[in-house]
């Protein structure tokens, strides 16, 4: 999962809309418009383009190393807190344990170690290296493109943030009205605090034990 610092930094935003357009096509034609994960396609569009990189820890730098076509369902699995926000989170638990022959407790260990590095890793800000398009494309990230990915970034974090907002507001009205007539709120705090990655992340925890 991509660190909370960098969501919204990718090529899409970078990149001039053509440019990019000609970055995922050619990741399509190179898998024949199939899934690199399963082979499949999916049922409206048959695949979307996936980057991959590599993180890392010790130099706080995510670097670009190619971009492949994966079906919708498998990209699901790669990002994995938009798809418990979606209710799309027993599909991707389901093909996780079908594509790696895994039980359900292999895939919620996976699952779990993934949101904690992802914790780990959102605490930091990050550099990113996308020399990988200039290599391989030609293509270079300008000033624009760089302002572009800052706007996305900020507007993915406030999103996320309104929606942890959101469920923490919706549960303390579920447990008020179970709870008629009301009682003192024990915990007046919890609704003040501030929202920080993990607060996010405690959120889609709550998605998936609910
Ligand atoms: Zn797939």
Same mark, same amino acid.
């Given at each position: 999962?991509?660190?909370?610092?960098?969501?919204?930094?990718?090529?899409?935003?970078?990149?001039?809309?053509?440019?990019?357009?000609?970055?995922?096509?050619?990741?399509?034609?190179?898998?024949?418009?199939?899934?690199?994960?399963? %082979?499949?396609?999916?049922?409206?569009?048959?695949?979307?383009?996936?980057?991959?990189?590599?993180?890392?820890?010790?130099?706080?730098?995510?670097?670009?190393k190619g971009i492949i076509?994966?079906?919708?369902?498998?990209?699901?699995?790669?990002?994995? %807190?938009?798809?418990?926000?979606?209710?799309?989170?027993?599909?991707?638990?389901?093909?996780?344990?079908?594509?790696?022959?895994?039980?359900?407790?292999?895939?919620?260990?996976?699952?779990?170690?993934?949101?904690?590095?992802?914790?780990?890793?959102?605490?930091?800000?990050?550099?990113?290296?996308?020399?990988?398009?200039?290599?391989?494309?030609?293509?270079?990230?300008?000033?624009?493109?760089?302002?572009?990915?800052?706007?996305?970034?900020?507007?993915?974090?406030?999103?996320?943030?309104?929606?942890?907002?959101?469920?923490?507001?919706?549960?303390?009205?579920?447990?008020?009205?179970?709870?008629?007539?009301?009682?003192?709120?024990?915990?007046?705090?919890?609704?003040?605090?501030?929202?920080?990655?993990?607060?996010?992340?405690?959120?889609?925890?709550?998605?998936?034990?609910?």
């Open positions: 999962m991509v660190p909370q610092t960098v969501w919204g930094k990718n090529l899409r935003a970078l990149l001039s809309k053509h440019e990019w357009d000609v970055v995922r096509k050619a990741a399509y034609a190179a898998s024949g418009n199939r899934c690199r994960v399963c %082979g499949g396609r999916g049922p409206q569009w048959p695949v979307e383009a996936d980057e991959g990189w590599e993180y890392d820890d010790e130099t706080r730098t995510q670097t670009l076509a994966l079906c919708p369902d498998c990209h699901h699995i790669r990002h994995w %807190g938009k798809t418990m926000v979606d209710g799309h989170e027993e599909q991707a638990f389901a093909l996780l344990m079908r594509i790696n022959r895994w039980t359900r407790a292999q895939a919620e260990e996976a699952v779990a170690f993934a949101f904690d590095q992802w914790e780990r890793r959102s605490r930091h800000e990050w550099d990113s290296d996308y020399s990988w398009v200039t290599r391989v494309h030609g293509f270079r990230p300008d000033a624009e493109g760089e302002r572009r990915a800052e706007a996305a970034n900020r507007e993915l974090v406030d999103k996320a943030a309104e929606r942890a907002g959101l469920f923490e507001r919706e549960t303390e009205t579920r447990r008020f009205s179970n709870e008629w007539p009301a009682q003192p709120d024990p915990e007046p705090t919890i609704r003040m605090q501030r929202l920080t990655p993990s607060s996010i992340l405690g959120y889609l925890q709550k998605l998936t034990n609910r």
